[in-house]
């Protein structure tokens, strides 16, 4: 397969590579199609259908800790949101509507993994090998112009030290839904998003749940609920009403920057406010309410919604675990504490965002991925680097994830 190149008398089509069909990638192509009149681009996706981690990511309780009228793009609102945060299920069915809405399937290549992309100085163009997942054949394609929309959160952290453990071990993002847990001693490795919303989901199966974590996060509340249908009727037939209602959600949000500057009014109060919020829900327990409560400051790492984890973790089949793993052994865990017998280890490990893009391999002038990890990511506005010609990078470096 090649790829062909399409003029017309007045002007040369480019060629175009979109890598990812999650959130990013769609948006490209949305874009590419109506603000420029451009269809000539493949989009890349290793996966089976569209959403990127709201398609891989599948895990019990999994949904997102934006309010769904902000998470969603500004030129498709969508009045017939469920919920004021919506789950992963609805998410994704909102990103596939998009995509046939705009007849971007076609455009699509899935179970396409794309290895690498090397810049041919002669060409002009760059050389994209892609790996089909299904006959396992590699092709090398030429495209002037590279957008790569590879979202953070896509390559689980497994650490190598929990490769010891011999029964089952499941990662947030990569879930097996066949793993049974029932009658189970279930342990849940971390703190972070994933971590604190699947922790009440399994501790109503588990007979047992162990929580491991090294350092506890700020837990806000959660202003969960469902949006009634007279709300989304109006939203549907007054647009009016719907965009001011989004505009003051991102106010609401960029007001509470401050809250990241400790010294400030309002990163006192949120301070407050969050401690207030464990204190409500663990209104009993002093000792597990001041190890639910972080020693750092707030906005150190990332802040999480929820009104189920503090109740979770008070349950009797519930433990919490904040002395350091010395030790996987092949069905249990060792801490500074004790040993401690497991039957299904959970790994809320976060994944690996500081390698980019890899294991996609960038050759622009010299080694992209190389030169930033040995230097520093040198790009302008996060999304172009001098390295990459006519190279687009969505997300890229010291944008959402400030890496």
């Not at 993002?173 to 989901?201: H, L, N, R, Y």
Request: proline share 5%; charged share 20%; net charge positive.
């Amino acid at each position: 397969m090649g790829i062909q190149e399409y003029s017309n008398e007045t002007k040369s089509v480019p060629t175009i590579c979109i890598v990812g069909a999650g959130f990013s990638g769609i948006l490209a192509g949305v874009k590419l199609k109506t603000e420029l009149g451009l269809s000539n681009y493949i989009i890349f996706d290793e996966n089976a259908e569209v959403g990127g981690t709201w398609f891989v990511n599948t895990y019990p309780g999994c949904a997102c800790d934006i309010e769904s009228h902000l998470y969603s793009y500004s030129f498709e609102p969508n009045p017939y949101w469920s919920y004021n945060y919506s789950r992963q299920e609805e998410i994704w069915q909102y990103l596939s509507g998009v995509t046939k809405k705009y007849e971007l399937y076609k455009n699509i290549k899935f179970n396409s993994l794309v290895k690498s992309q090397v810049w041919d100085e002669f060409e002009s163009k760059w050389r994209v090998q892609v790996y089909n997942k299904l006959d396992m054949t590699t092709e090398e394609l030429l495209f002037e112009l590279v957008i790569s929309s590879l979202g953070a959160l896509r390559v689980p952290n497994i650490p190598e030290e929990f490769k010891a453990f011999k029964g089952p071990m499941v990662h947030t993002g990569a879930w097996d839904s066949s793993t049974k847990w029932e009658d189970k001693i279930v342990a849940v490795i971390g703190s972070g998003s994933s971590a604190i919303q699947i922790i009440p989901e399994l501790a109503s199966k588990a007979k047992e749940l162990h929580s491991y974590q090294r350092k506890p996060a700020w837990v806000m509340p959660r202003r969960q609920f469902k949006f009634p249908k007279l709300v989304q009727n109006v939203f549907a037939y007054v647009p009016l009403i719907m965009l001011l209602y989004r505009w003051f959600i991102f106010m609401a949000h960029e007001f509470f920057y401050p809250a990241f500057l400790h010294a400030t009014r309002l990163g006192r109060l949120s301070t407050w406010y969050s401690k207030r919020h464990t204190k409500k829900q663990i209104p009993n327990d002093d000792k597990l309410r001041e190890d639910l409560t972080p020693d750092y400051r707030l906005g150190c790492k990332r802040i999480i919604v929820s009104n189920k984890y503090f109740p979770a973790m008070q349950l009797s089949n519930v433990k919490l675990h904040r002395d350091p793993i010395i030790q996987v052994k092949s069905h249990s865990l060792v801490t500074t504490n004790g040993e401690q017998n497991v039957d299904v280890l959970v790994l809320g490990t976060g994944f690996l965002v500081q390698d980019f893009f890899a294991p996609m391999k960038i050759i622009g002038k010299n080694d992209v991925l190389k030169a930033w990890k040995t230097f520093k990511p040198i790009t302008y506005l996060g999304i172009v680097t001098s390295m990459g010609p006519n190279q687009f990078i969505l997300l890229g470096p010291n944008t959402v994830f400030s890496t």
